[in-house]
């Protein structure tokens, strides 16, 4: 069973439209995160949520908006599609919010803007 | 700016050779780092990690040394494999995990 999962795997749409990944996790975990990586592979956090709580925003435009239903889901809804949003994001859990915890990785989504 | 980064973006090695790749940090209350693989199309994952209060650390055909005098962090890989063949990421865990920009490691036959 796929501990991390995201969908969709690729996205590709239009400058200005709207859209939203999913991430869920069946390990249990209490602290969710997304990360953007570049296309330098720069990987970089967005947000953390832990226990449906947002804990950590990383100057992020607020066209973007996580929402977190339950502990095991975190989704990312963007708002007015720009070129720059081009990248993959990743998905991630740990178990608590301690920064000693491992955190695993989806195979992320690749968000291409056109 | 970032706190981490590594020293090359690219490493190429023989197979069977052993691998180092580098990183420098410079948050020197920076007590906590990890090594992340990345390979193609798939999500970092977890290699082996180090605590301040460390300066070496050894894992299955992976070793992390930590300096902390001059703030640089490496990862050696014994007896490089094909599947080893994939991004490295350094990263520091404060609050937030704090990645470098990572070296792409490909393992020549």
């Known amino acids: 069973d796929t501990a991390v999962s995201q969908t969709p795997k690729y996205l590709v749409t239009q400058m200005g439209n709207d859209k939203s990944i999913k991430c869920e996790q069946n390990l249990g975990h209490d602290t969710m995160y997304w990360y953007k990586q570049d296309s330098k592979k720069f990987l970089k956090i967005m947000f953390s949520y832990n226990n449906k709580e947002l804990i950590i925003n990383e100057t992020v435009p607020n066209r973007f908006s996580p929402k977190s239903p339950d502990k095991a889901h975190l989704n990312l809804h963007i708002n007015s599609l720009e070129l720059g949003d081009s990248a993959v994001y990743f998905c991630?859990?740990?178990?608590?919010?301690?920064?000693?915890?491992?955190?695993?990785f989806g195979p992320g989504t690749r968000l291409t803007v056109l | 700016g970032e706190s981490v980064g590594l020293h090359l973006p690219t490493l190429s090695v023989q197979e069977g050779d052993n691998s180092i790749i580098n990183c420098a940090y410079s948050?020197?209350?920076?007590?906590?780092f990890i090594w992340y693989k990345q390979e193609s199309g798939k999500g970092p994952q977890f290699i082996i990690d180090i605590r301040s209060n460390m300066d070496k650390r050894q894992g299955q055909r992976v070793t992390v040394l930590l300096n902390k005098t001059v703030k640089h962090l490496s990862l050696q890989i014994a007896a490089t494999q094909p599947g080893d063949s994939a991004v490295y990421f350094c990263a520091e865990n404060d609050y937030k995990l704090s990645f470098g920009a990572g070296t792409t490691v490909t393992v020549r036959a």
């Open positions: 991630a859990s740990s178990l608590t919010r301690n920064p000693g915890n491992e955190q695993f």
């Open positions: 948050n020197s209350a920076s007590d906590y």
